[in-house]
């Protein structure tokens, strides 16, 4: 009822403040009709971003003024068009607010811009998103349909597993990433290789959309761009498609052939890989000491990871575990909570989730609700063995409230770099947009004993955030260093099993962080002989 007030105010005030500014793309003269037509584009345009106001205002985590947003958002549409922003733009969006004119002033300001391409259809209202969310926190987003896709490839699991570089028809296809254990991972395609033809079809004046589709299998609507690629028809598991790939410093190009199919991304990675492509864990054979790294964790993460603790504590059972969480990205809560719980007792508490209310709720282990959770059997009913969590600066999110639930119920100790920082929640915004959607922050998670883990835009360096490693345990190294391991993991893990190409990573001693947790696990495994 609050929101449909303040929208039926300010659409129905007439006031106006202040002119375009000088250098504007104006309006060219049109018909009646089209003035209409434009006009009530603009309207429509008002309308949405005071929707979109109201929603953040309403669900951010944290108190955030109208007048922030409003001068935000309305310096993104300005930037959009290349026009400098009127210097008493703050002052216009506080008089506005004051008099119920917000509605008046979005449609002058947006007819005041023009209609070229850069304002037609939804972007306009996409520009002025995208500036609301600068006085957000950087976990906020806009997320437009193309984000939705991408997100598809990586967490639903049909296709050839892998992402293209973004492109609007200009330029080569590329290849941004390949999605572990997908068909593109077991061949052998690489990030950074180009798409030169598609079964045998040159693809110029492709966009790295259609040929996505194109390459996951597209439905029959999808044919007709750029001389067509696919007979319809062809859609479904147990086709494939031949690309041609050129790579620098390899062969100029070499065809390779990908099944469509439905996997599941690898999100428990291990050491290396056996001629299967899948994991192998143990880091110390002989004193049964696994490394387990944790991905990106989306659905089904903590099952995987079940899995695989209770493959490794079968038999002789496990010494050591190393639970390798650097740049671990977060993904679901649900699932950070339930990968947490296999290593804690029942009833342990796993984190206290906070909203903007300051309603709290705190999560243990086995708790029903959890999705999955009865499901799971705590790894720790079978044998309890010394666990090394190491973690860095890109530990963020879920890989956070593992670490800290783990370390806080004394049941691992941390090593490497103090983690990101990042303790908060985001849903997307329960609103309607064309084309695309808002993800807003809508709460904060707590270690179990209560601590904050989240660092905000005006945290200090010496403030409580983040998760640091024990003392003792910071393993520090070179920024260029940081960048060199992640570089050798991200080869680790997409190396194809098949391959027998020697990677740095190879050698256990490689990685210097790595090299020092199993050394304190040898040390706890010692104390305990």
């Known amino acids: 009822m609050r929101r449909a007030a303040i929208l039926l105010s300010c659409l129905l005030c007439p006031a106006f403040f202040g002119a375009p500014p000088v250098g504007a793309e104006q309006p060219s003269p049109r018909s009646p009709f089209e003035l209409a037509q434009f006009r ?11 929707i979109a106001v109201n929603e953040i205002s309403e669900s951010y985590v ?19 068009v290349q026009v400098t922003a009127p210097a008493d733009l703050r002052e216009r969006v506080r008089r506005a607010l ?3 004119g917000v509605a008046a002033l979005l449609v002058k300001t947006r007819e005041g811009l023009g209609n070229g391409d850069v304002l037609q259809g939804n972007k306009a209202l996409l520009a002025t998103c995208r500036g609301m969310m600068r006085v ?59 798409i030169t033809r598609v079964n045998a079809k040159d ?12 390459l996951n299998g597209p439905p029959p609507s999808a044919q007709g761009e750029a001389g067509l690629l696919l007979t319809p028809g062809l859609a479904h598991a147990g086709t494939s498609v031949t690309v041609d790939l050129e790579r620098d410093g390899a062969a100029p190009r070499r065809a390779v052939t990908l099944l469509r199919e439905s996997f599941r991304p690898d999100m428990v990675l291990g050491v290396t890989r056996r001629t299967d492509n899948a994991w192998d864990y143990w880091l110390d054979r002989k004193r049964r000491v696994a490394q387990v790294r944790l991905g ?64 709290t709720r705190t999560w243990k282990a086995g708790d029903p609700s959890l999705e999955g959770q009865q499901l799971l059997l705590p790894v720790t009913r079978y044998r ?5 969590v190491l973690v860095n600066g890109d530990t963020a999110g879920g890989g956070e409230l593992i670490a800290a639930a783990l370390r806080d119920h004394g049941r691992a100790v941390l090593a490497g770099l103090r983690t990101r920082g990042k303790g908060s929640i985001q849903r997307d915004a329960p609103l309607s947009l064309p084309g695309f959607g808002l993800k807003l922050s809508t709460g904060l998670f707590l270690a179990p004993s209560g601590r904050n883990l989240h660092r905000f835009t005006d945290s200090a360096p010496g403030d409580d955030w983040g998760v640091r490693p024990d003392a003792g345990l910071e393993l520090r190294v070179t920024a260029e260093l940081g960048r060199q391991l992640r570089d050798w993991w991200e080869e680790q893990t997409a190396r194809p099993g098949s391959s027998a190409k020697a990677l740095p990573l190879d050698d256990p001693l490689a990685d210097p962080q790595r090299r020092a947790a199993l050394r304190k696990v040898h040390e706890m495994l010692d104390k305990r002989n």
């Open 296 to 359: 990106r964790l989306g659905h089904g993460a903590a099952e995987d990871l079940q899995h695989v603790l209770y493959k490794l504590n079968s038999g002789e059972g496990l010494g050591g575990l190393i639970l390798d969480l650097r740049w671990c990205p977060g993904g679901y809560l649900n699932e950070a909570l339930c990968c947490a719980a296999l290593l804690l007792p029942e009833g342990a508490t796993l984190a206290t989730v906070k909203d903007r209310a300051e309603e």
């Open 136 to 194: 957000l926190d950087p976990h906020c987003a806009v997320v437009t349909d193309a984000d939705r896709r991408t997100l598809d490839v990586t967490e639903h699991n049909f296709g050839v597993g892998l992402e293209l570089v973004p492109n609007i028809g200009v330029g080569p296809l590329v290849v941004k990433a390949v999605v572990p254990g997908g068909p593109a991972q077991r061949i052998g395609v690489q990030a950074g290789d180009r």
């Open 40 to 50: 009530a584009q603009a309207q429509n345009y008002a309308e949405l971003v005071q």
């Open 203 to 214: 693809v110029p004046g492709i966009t790295s959309d259609l040929a996505l589709a194109t």
């Open 98 to 100: 004051k008099d119920g």
């Open 384 to 388: 309890r063995f010394p666990v090394v």
């Open 62 to 80: 944290r108190p955030v003024a109208p007048e922030d947003l409003l001068t935000a958002g309305l310096s993104g549409l300005y930037e959009s």
